[in-house]
Structures are given as C-alpha cells and as structure tokens.
C-alpha cells in the first residue's frame, strides 16, 4: 500500500474516532498483510501535523494517542457553536487540582494540610466525575487514607503527553488567572454543571503559593508500587509519577481547545 493511502486512512479515522488514537490502535485499521511498519505510521502522523501548521486546526499528540483539535486561539469563536455555559471552578478545586498533580500520589489530608483548610467531599467527587484523578491505593497508616493520582484523561482533556510537561512550581503566582482560563469549556466535559462546581472563589482559602511557600508542599514519600503505570501513545509503559518541581498552570493554559468530532 502506498503512503498517500495510508495518509488518508489514517486521517479519516482520527476524525471519524470522536478520540485520541496511538499507533497502535492506528496498526489495527490495516490486515496483516497490509500493515504499513510504526515507523511509517509515525512519519505520517508527523506529515500530517506538518501540513496542519497554517490550518484552523492541529493534529495533537496526548497521553492517550493523536487527534484532530481546534486551535487555541480559536475556541473564542469555535465556542458560540453551542449554547452551554462555559464551566467555572472554584478556587477550591483548583487548588486541589494542581496539589494532586505536582505530589502525587496524595490523600486527601496532605491537600487539607498544605491548603490550610478542609477538602470538602464534593470537590473530591467532582473530580472523580470529571475522571481527572483516580485512586491509586491507600497509605499504610491508621485509617489507611485512599491515595489519589492524575488519570489519562486528566492529560489529555489538558493537552499533555505526560506529566514531565507540567512545568516548575515557581512559574504559578496567580490562581485567579487559572480560574479565568477553566472558566472556558474543557474537551470532552458538555454534561450540565453540578453543585459540586462553583463558580466564584471562596475568598477563605490559599493559594498554591500563598505565605507557607514553595517549602510546604514537598512531594511526600511514598512506596514506589504507589503510583500506577501507563502506555503511551506508542504503546510503552510509561510512569505515571511527576517530575521534580512540576505543578499544573500549563494544564489551564492548554485546556482552551476544542477536539474535532464526528457528530
């Protein structure tokens, strides 16, 4: 089979799936006989995100494969196409959000004690609806709290391969910037809003980076089968731990984008 075949079968499946698809996934739209090598895959993926440079749309790669999405800068006009309100987060589960993120695996009592202040129980389940964090077991201490980590999907509703591209703690001085960025609809969440999400910030809590410092919120050592792995998109096991010193304002940043689905 020829490349520009190959090209045109895997561009029609990346629009037509509705969801990130990896190499591997893209290896069963061929029989045997047919199917072109990885390397041939990747090199028109890489053509195809070449060719989609000057367009209204971009071929993304994320934690869960590549898809067609809207440009960034766009979704401000992309978004008029539906009549639902953009989502709003409060302060609250931001803070959470990103505290998970840059020391997972964490427990609901590391958060509280960083934070200042208690996690209510709907900020947890919020979370746990929208599949951003998963429970990756429990810490061997009395009561055995449940241990919570970032999932997939938190990587790829936020446009991340991995959580090495979260980028350093001292680049976050203004959660009020991340609450106006969720405050616009993040791919793949068109459900109607719940009470569990608020829309203005409650003014009781800290932020991320408030008088405690950078100091207070140290990963925590934890056993090293704590954390679950994960796949790529090349179909490799992959950490899903953190690097050293990474937090979560690119996430938001990147959040403000639409996939492009079949309807």
Known sequence: MDTDQIRKIIEA???AAGRPLDVGALEKLFLEAECPDRDVI???LEDIESDCRDRGYELRRTASGYRFQVRQELAQWIGRLWDEKPKKYSRALLETLALIAYRQPATRGDIEQVRGVGVGSEIIRTLLEREWIRPVGHRDVPGRPTLYATSKKFLDDFNLKSLDELPPLSEIRDLELVHQSLELEVPGLDEPETTETISE???DTASVDDERGEQSIAPIPVAPDAVEADTDINGEEVSNAPADGAV???IVDNSNVTP???S
């Open 13 to 15: 499946a990346l629009l």
């Open 42 to 44: 990747r090199a028109v």
């Open 260 to 262: 492009i689905t079949r």
């Open 201 to 203: 910030p409650n003014p």
């Open 248 to 250: 979560t304002e690119q």
